[in-house]
């Protein structure tokens, strides 16, 4: 041990040294435990031998120790180890949780037995003691599946178990699911290598234990009980069985206020570290400032964040000064780069669209050949009468700088390409500055331009009238193609129809073609455009081009049929492509507006028409019906017992009942007639043809009727029932409050005497009072 402390010595001597010799390579695994993240960046190069004690092949994960000291390797190759293999290891230093070593050569050695495993406990897992070792842990088995592994074709066994009363995961490298046979809920050892989940800064987000077969678990207390013999227990009583202490520490932090949202979150950055806040506070606070919070640690969603928090400001300015980023800068983390979730930083990127939404004003940018959004959340609009600053308006095709927290969409940093989407969360309109101008090439500038040049060209002669004869073709040809580009732009910006949109795209390529046919097809099947009847004909040579989608499967392709070509030219290569591109900004702001339409008319729960479109509906029928003197009928529906559905079974049974009682009123109506959701428990249904009262009297006894079949919610069957109150126009009102206010009085009255009813029979017989429900 001396010796090694000593060469370690020795080696941080060699390394300080300017202008000295390539550094010797560390020889001891206890020397490379004992140097910092800020040495491991500089690559040192290392030379040593350990003992394995887990490999596996697929994701080449290797944890080496020697004695008590142990070390994660990482080698590109897949090598032939098992634990217990002798072996020379040499490659440099990385950066990471803990420093690792990235290896360049793996020696075997020879067989030796295995180091003995160290008795871990949950607090020093949690806290990364144990980092790489050999430990040995008691824990209770709560769940133990066959799980896919990062290759489909071999997968792997995950044990959840309690360690010391904290949760933990098991990675076994075994495929044998018969070995799972009575490990729920039995008290077990398992000896294997200690690790952790990690987010893209690599801070430590759980436990994961490496375990390479299941001879690692050994079985000390089977379960008392089978769990497949415990008796069946009611749904609504589930809660029973819960059992809940919570040990969390209250932790406190500090560092400078980079985002907040009253009553709702913020984000705290000290230097590289940044922290998301959840905080019901609405304590007044100044971005800049270093503030305090005080709250318990949590993970959400694989995000490190402090919960139920406390915050404080010291007043004590301490700004954070954002730095500039490439998106791949932003988009990559773990092992492969810094990560910056939750950081203040700065991105540049052109304005591709731009939208205001119910609560947020939302900028999709274009960064690096990547899209992603700028958020301005108005977390306090919570109705019409909520001042909200008004939408900044950014030029289309603009460059812009934004500043805000970056907000990973995944915290998995080990994916296959690196990179994981973002979006950028602002925090005031400020943080939007337009750093360019769109392009000043228009039309104006182009003729002004082509007026100096006949001008100029007049005075050279014949030649010069040549020239500027050419010149003027070119150029009123790329004039041509920047104003049908223009318009297809407005035409987005309008929301036209997405056939017509591409209909255009489609006319500008084949311009851009010299009247070569070419067409879009979306990924439904859609065509538009001019596509030849006979493509068979040999003298057309078929060209396509991708549609591609930002962040998922393709949308289409463009296509042109071109004459006389054994090959396509870069023209119709850039042509294509840039048809392609702005076939994906159509279709994605086509997707967009058809979203934010349907929110506005229809109720995301049961897929029928909301409040507002019901009465815009009621009201032009009613207008229509005064001119026409139609007759039509209203029919109010409000669902009895609803709150007792929500109470015994949860929120999600009651959602659950909701979508299946909109289901079966909607069957019983006819083509033309209308079905909303106005209410939490309450719907109504216009009926477009009823001619008399009796015709409308038939429907809602149809709508009364369809509860009498129960419901299944979550595998047990519930019985419903419903109050309907109905109203004619134009005999029982003839404005659209009225008459939905005569529908809801009738449904009222109904809804009553069923009471009046049960109250009457209450007394009697089982029988009787069955027949009155």
């Known amino acids: ?255 400078t206020l980079t985002y907040y949202e009253p009553g709702t979150a913020l984000v705290l950055q000290n230097g590289s570290r940044s922290l998301w806040i959840s905080t019901g506070s609405y304590e007044p606070l100044r971005l800049g400032d270093v503030v305090e919070a005080t709250g318990f640690p949590n993970v959400q969603n694989g995000f490190l964040t402090l919960t139920g928090a406390e915050v404080k400001d010291t007043l004590t300015p301490a700004p954070v000064m954002p730095a500039l980023f490439a998106w791949q800068e932003l988009a990559t983390g773990g092992n492969r780069g810094q990560g910056h979730g939750f950081d203040l930083v700065t991105i540049e990127g052109r304005v591709m669209a731009q939208v205001r939404e119910a609560t947020r004003d939302e900028y999709v940018l274009s960064a690096d050949g990547h899209l992603l959004s700028a958020i301005l959340n108005h977390p306090g609009r919570q109705s019409p009468a909520t001042p909200v600053p008004p939408l900044k308006e950014l030029p289309i095709g603009a460059r812009v700088r934004v500043t805000g927290i970056c907000i990973l969409s995944n915290p998995n940093p080990f994916g296959d390409s690196g990179e994981v989407a973002f979006d950028i969360y602002l925090r005031t309109l400020d943080d939007v500055s337009v750093v360019a101008r769109p392009p000043w090439l228009n039309v104006a500038h182009l003729l002004y331009l082509v007026g100096l040049l006949v001008v100029a060209l007049l005075l050279i002669g014949a030649r010069g009238w040549l ?142 028409a909301n409040r507002f479109s019901f009465e815009q509906q009621l009201v032009a029928l009613t207008d229509a019906a005064r001119q026409s003197a139609a007759v039509f009928g209203l029919i109010f529906i409000d669902l009895d017992r609803f709150k007792e559905v929500n109470d015994g079974f949860g929120h999600q049974a009651g959602d659950l009942y909701l979508q299946q009682v909109a289901q079966r009123m909607k069957r019983q109506l006819r083509a033309g007639d209308t079905l909303a959701r106005i209410g939490g428990d309450e719907f109504a249904a216009i009926v477009t043809s009823a001619c008399h009262r009796a015709e409308l009297e038939e429907i809602a006894l149809r709508l009364e009727r369809c509860f009498n079949e129960p419901f299944t919610l979550a595998g047990r069957l519930v019985n419903g029932t419903a109050s309907v109150g109905l109203a004619l126009y134009p005999e029982d009102a003839v404005s659209a409050d009225c008459l939905l206010s005569k529908a809801d009085a009738a449904m009222y009255l109904a809804k009553q005497a069923r009471h009046n009813c049960k109250q009457k029979l209450d007394g009697g017989p089982g029988s009787a009072l069955a027949h009155c429900a």
Request: aromatic content about 4%; glycine content about 8%; overall charge neutral.
């Open 1 to 255: 041990m001396i010796r090694a402390v000593l060469l370690s010595a020795m080696f941080s001597l060699c390394a300080s040294s300017a202008g000295a010799v390539a550094a010797a390579p560390l020889t001891t695994v206890r020397g490379l435990t004992a140097i910092s993240n800020a040495e491991a960046r500089k690559h040192l190069p290392v030379r040593f031998e350990a003992t394995v004690t887990y490999y596996r092949s697929v994701g080449r994960e290797l944890f080496v120790q020697d004695g008590d000291a142990a070390i994660y390797v990482y080698h590109p190759q897949p090598l032939h180890l098992v634990p217990g293999d002798r072996i020379r290891v040499t490659g440099t230093t990385r950066e990471s949780f803990r420093p690792y070593i990235a290896g360049s050569a793996i020696d075997l050695i020879g067989h030796v037995a295995l180091p003995k495993p160290f008795p871990a406990t949950y607090e020093q897992m949690i806290r990364g003691e144990t980092d790489c070792r050999l430990v040995t842990v008691r824990a209770l088995v709560r769940s133990a599946d066959l799980v896919p592994g990062p290759d489909a074709s071999l997968p792997g066994i995950l044990l959840r178990v309690l360690v010391d009363g904290g949760s933990a995961d098991v990675d076994i490298s075994d495929t044998d699911d018969r070995r799972l046979k009575g490990l729920l809920d039995a008290e077990v050892e398992i000896t294997g290598a200690a690790s952790g989940h990690f987010d893209s800064k690599m801070q430590q987000t759980g436990i994961l234990m490496h375990v390479q077969s299941m001879e690692g678990v050994k079985m000390l207390k089977p379960a008392g009980a089978d769990p497949w013999s415990l008796p069946i227990t009611p749904m609504d009583r589930v809660i029973a069985g819960y059992r809940m202490i919570d040990q969390t520490q209250r932790m406190r932090v500090s560092g």
């Open 467 to 608: 020239l500027e004869h050419t010149l003027r073709r070119q150029t009123l040809a790329l004039a041509q193609v920047e104003r049908r580009r223009s318009r297809i732009l407005e035409e987005m910006h309008i929301a036209r129809p997405l056939e017509d949109v591409l209909t255009q795209i489609a006319a500008l390529v084949s311009f851009k073609l010299h009247g070569e046919p070419c067409w879009c097809t979306t990924a439904c099947g859609k065509q538009a455009g001019s596509r030849p009847i006979d493509l068979t004909n040999s003298s057309w040579r078929i060209v396509d081009r991708e549609i591609n989608s930002p962040n998922g499967p393709s949308l289409g392709k463009i296509s042109a049929a071109l004459v006389g070509r054994s090959t396509p030219d870069a023209a119709a290569r850039e042509a294509l492509a840039m048809g392609a591109e702005l076939a994906t900004l159509a279709i994605e702001t086509s997707r967009l507006h058809s979203d934010l339409v349907y929110r506005s008319e229809f109720d995301l729960l049961t897929d029928v």
